[in-house]
């Protein structure tokens, strides 16, 4: 990426206006959204990245992070409180820990990536995932990734996208999430749903590349990617297998196709194609709590 001429630094105050236009026009397609997601972050990125170079773009650089809210690949995350791991790691506080991609849900609740350094028990150190959500009122820090003696784990350069099933914690967004990691050949990621009227609708997805720097200040073994997808919470009510928001939890049969991850490369190529069923996992309040 060439170093932008000086006198086009101003362009921080114009990308802000854009991107709040963008995150608020919920209008369009799923495909112009999901491609506005994406872009929005590879801008700010790209901004914030080549900002640095120059003394006026580190000034820069700041005043968008301070508009944005977002923490930084490669910084700190923000939550602090105890990281102490159940399983792998037990008892024991990481080492490390970095954010290596940040965003927004839908509905504006912050979210970060965050790959911890942990010793394990039986020696060596391992990488544990986590997604973190600073605006949450209690359990910000949910370890869904689990911990890994190489990270990224093997299985991602086999399956290609290695994702979670669909999950529904209103303390976190209002949104469900599906959440997953990707192979470095990787460009983006494409998450369809089965409508109320059964046709396919895109899920809003952000995807981020994990590489350079940020990659080696987190000790992975190699570039990975990371994608977080937002499907609108009213696809529990006819598209998961229970909705948790009923009381007793209503039951619908088991849909194996509910769900399409499909991973492009920088061409745009279709390299994977996956199907998912619509078990739902939840957090936060108990049903009928």
């Not at 000086?6 to 369009?28: I, K, T």
């Not at 809210?69 to 008892?91: H, M, N, Y």
Request: glycine content about 12%.
């Amino acid at each position: 990426m060439r170093e932008p001429d000086r006198a086009q630094l101003p362009v921080v105050e114009a990308f802000g206006a854009e991107l709040e236009r963008a995150m608020a026009d919920r209008a369009g397609s799923r495909r112009r959204q999901s491609r506005r997601r994406v872009l929005a972050t590879v801008c700010a990125a790209g901004l914030v990245a080549v900002s640095l170079m120059t003394a006026p773009g580190r000034a820069a650089t700041g005043a968008v992070g301070e508009w944005l809210g977002l923490a930084e690949p490669g910084d700190p995350p923000t939550v602090e409180a105890p990281r102490t791991r159940a399983g792998a790691g037990a008892g024991t506080e990481p080492t490390g820990s970095v954010v290596v991609a940040a965003g927004r849900a839908p509905d504006g609740a912050r979210y970060e990536f965050v790959v911890e350094s942990i010793e394990a028990p039986a020696g060596g150190r391992q990488r544990c995932l986590n997604i973190e959500w600073p605006d949450a009122r209690t359990g910000q820090i949910s370890p869904q990734f689990g911990c890994y003696p190489a990270f990224p784990p093997a299985e991602v350069h086999d399956l290609v996208v290695k994702w979670q099933g669909a999950m529904y914690d209103e303390t976190y967004t209002r949104d469900v999430q599906i959440a997953g990691l990707a192979r470095s050949d990787v460009g983006t990621v494409e998450i369809r749903y089965r409508g109320r009227d059964g046709t396919r609708r895109e899920a809003a997805v952000d995807f981020a590349r994990v590489a350079g720097d940020v990659r080696r200040q987190a000790g992975a073994d190699g570039p990975f990617g990371v994608f977080l997808a937002f499907l609108p919470q009213d696809w529990l009510g006819y598209g998961a297998i229970f909705d948790p928001r009923q009381c007793p939890p209503e039951q619908r049969p088991h849909d194996p196709d509910a769900i399409e991850v499909i991973a492009y490369d920088d061409r745009g190529e279709v390299i994977a194609r996956e199907k998912g069923n619509n078990i739902l996992s939840t957090g936060g309040r108990p049903p009928c709590a």
